[in-house]
């Protein structure tokens, strides 16, 4: 049914310029009310240390564009939804995904209410936690001058580049955390965690898989020397390793290349002082001879009597291996502290299956960290 127009009701009395004017007043301010400005929404993230930080964002804006104008730490990288450095999971209010823009999360993760700052947006006032304490943000990123020291092929398709900080230059990451390599010549970037430690600089190891017309791979395999210059910037991401947990049982998957942060949060475990935590450590990779790193890992388990490992391969299994991806092994016994720790790094089928096994388990959801990688060419 159609809506009535007003009844103006003039008589010869009545200026009609006057009651136009009156009536489209009060028409404006019935639609005020109906339709109220929105204002900008209060936005609070709780860092894990219990420092909290508070900011406005205004309605259909990227809530980590709103706390960098602010100042707020947090950690960020790619800025687009799919590296998910600024992951974080609310806890009151309600924020989605801004129009046309995409993330990694799956919907699983999405219903438990975790969001991508940079591609969120608030629709109410939110309060949001971030699994990293304030000083981790703080940290900024920094770019360097290192040589190359070695490039080893240490499997198949698998070399360890070791580069060293170039005299002036400085850089410090936690356990888990990547760098951004300038692949000379072509303009691009390619991202990769160092296996070894803060301890270590000034040098820095980093393993790479070789991939077939791969920029950065063409480049190790063909042109790179000892002595030449690489541009390095970082740190990067929100995996590392949690110093809160240290002293509780550490559970370690890693497939392929994701071995190398898994390393570094290992040793790292190793250098700090007083008790070791139990820790397992299941690595893979498809066939034996993509291995690497094997005698690497057993030295560790010389150091650290309270680590296992268990070597997997998806086919052509011997007696040394277990047979299936490095989440096949995984057991109740595994899991018999409930304050039990995981980080996973591979590919994301490994780390979707891991995490679905590791909760089954009885391991707290918070308390897994995951770090997926894409090969990028």
């Known amino acids: 049914?159609?809506?009535?127009?007003?009844?103006?009701?003039?008589?010869?009395?009545?200026?009609?310029?006057?009651?136009?004017?009156?009536?489209?007043?009060?028409?404006?301010?019935?639609?005020?009310?109906?339709?109220?400005?929105?204002?900008?929404?209060?936005?609070?993230?709780?860092?894990?240390?219990?420092?909290?930080?508070?900011?406005?964002?205004?309605?259909?804006?990227?809530?980590?564009d709103a706390a960098l104008?602010?100042?707020?730490?947090?950690?960020?990288?790619?800025?687009?939804?799919?590296?998910?450095?600024?992951?974080?999971?609310?806890?009151?209010?309600?924020?989605?995904?801004?129009?046309g823009e995409s993330s990694t999360l799956l919907p699983s993760e999405y219903s438990?209410?975790?969001r991508l700052m940079c591609v969120s947006q608030a629709n109410s006032d939110c309060s949001f936690d971030l699994a990293y304490s304030s000083d981790v943000g703080a940290t900024s990123v920094q770019e360097a001058k290192v040589f190359?020291?070695?490039?080893?092929?240490?499997?198949?398709?698998t070399v360890r580049l070791t580069v060293e900080l170039a005299d002036?230059?400085?850089?410090?990451?936690?356990?888990?955390?990547?760098?951004?390599?300038?692949?000379?010549?072509?303009?691009l970037v390619r991202s990769y965690s160092p296996s070894s430690t803060d301890q270590d600089l000034p040098k820095m190891e980093f393993l790479v898989r070789l991939i077939p017309g791969g920029v950065m791979s063409t480049y190790l395999a063909e042109q790179a020397e000892a002595d030449q210059v690489l541009t390095l910037t970082g740190p990067y991401g929100a995996f590392f390793f949690r110093e809160e947990h240290k002293r509780a049982p550490h559970i370690f998957i890693a497939g392929g290349t994701g071995l190398a942060p898994i390393l570094?949060?290992?040793?790292?475990?190793?250098?700090?002082?007083?008790?070791?935590?139990?820790?397992?450590?299941?690595?893979?990779?498809?066939?034996?001879?993509?291995?690497?790193?094997?005698?690497?890992?057993?030295?560790?388990?010389?150091?650290?009597?309270?680590?296992e490992t268990r070597i997997c391969v998806d086919r052509e299994a011997t007696e040394a291996h277990h047979l299936g991806n490095p989440v096949s092994p995984l057991q109740a016994d595994d899991v018999a502290d409930p304050n039990t720790v995981?980080?996973?790094?591979?590919?994301?089928?490994?780390?979707?299956?891991?995490?679905?096994?590791?909760?089954?388990?009885?391991?707290?959801?918070?308390?897994?960290?995951?770090?997926?990688?894409?090969?990028s060419h």
């Not at 947090?74 to 999971?89: E, I, N």
């Not at 410090?172 to 303009?187: A, E, K, T």
């Not at 995490?355 to 959801?365: H, I, M, N, S």
């Open 148 to 157: 190359i020291d070695s490039i080893e092929r240490i499997a198949a398709d």
């Open 342 to 375: 995981a980080y996973l790094c591979g590919p994301q089928p490994m780390i979707n299956a891991a995490t679905a096994r590791l909760v089954e388990l009885g391991v707290k959801a918070e308390n897994i960290f995951a770090e997926h990688f894409v090969a």
């Open 69 to 99: 104008e602010n100042d707020v730490p947090v950690l960020y990288q790619c800025r687009s939804g799919s590296c998910s450095s600024c992951l974080c999971t609310i806890n009151d209010g309600d924020a989605n995904t801004l129009d």
């Open 112 to 114: 438990l209410g975790q």
């Open 264 to 307: 570094s949060i290992i040793d790292t475990l190793r250098q700090s002082s007083g008790i070791k935590p139990k820790m397992l450590l299941n690595f893979g990779c498809a066939i034996p001879d993509a291995l690497f790193c094997l005698g690497d890992i057993e030295l560790r388990e010389q150091w650290l009597p309270k680590l």
């Open 168 to 187: 002036g230059y400085h850089m410090s990451f936690r356990p888990g955390q990547f760098m951004q390599i300038n692949v000379p010549g072509v303009g």
């Open 1 to 64: 049914m159609d809506e009535q127009a007003p009844n103006l009701n003039i008589d010869s009395d009545t200026d009609y310029h006057d009651v136009a004017v009156n009536t489209h007043d009060e028409i404006s301010t019935q639609l005020s009310s109906s339709h109220p400005v929105v204002t900008d929404y209060q936005i609070t993230l709780n860092f894990s240390d219990g420092i909290t930080k508070q900011f406005s964002v205004a309605p259909n804006t990227s809530i980590l």
